[in-house]
């Protein structure tokens, strides 16, 4: 009897100090959403929009495509950039103790 009353308290001990836990632990459902945003940004920037040039041939149809792609690849490159702030952002939130995170 006192070892079944034993290990039926040890047993809630263990079930409160979990919801505790669980409880202090912060919500970074929004720093997530902001990087799953980010991702498909970053994929829909690294695919230049050519379907303006398409009706034009030879040096013309590269000389339109040019500029686009450069764009592009400024767009993809800043979209990556974003991917990767909302990334520290959510570890940060994750762990705020993690190097690099500014502590409030």
């Known amino acids: 009897m006192r070892r079944t009353l034993m290990v039926l ?5 263990l079930g409160f100090s979990t919801l505790a836990a669980a409880a202090d632990a912060p919500d970074c459902s929004e720093k997530q959403k902001a990087v799953d945003e980010a991702k498909e940004a970053a994929k829909a920037a690294s ?3 050519l379907s303006s040039c398409k009706d034009m041939k030879g040096k013309e149809k590269s000389e339109c495509e040019k500029p686009l792609k450069a764009k592009s690849k400024e ?6 950039d974003k991917v990767k702030e909302a990334q520290t952002a959510l570890g940060c939130c994750k762990n705020p103790k993690k190097k690099g995170c500014a502590t409030p």
């Open 47 to 49: 695919k230049p929009d």
């Open 9 to 13: 308290l040890t047993g809630f001990a």
């Open 75 to 80: 767009d993809a490159k800043a979209a990556k």
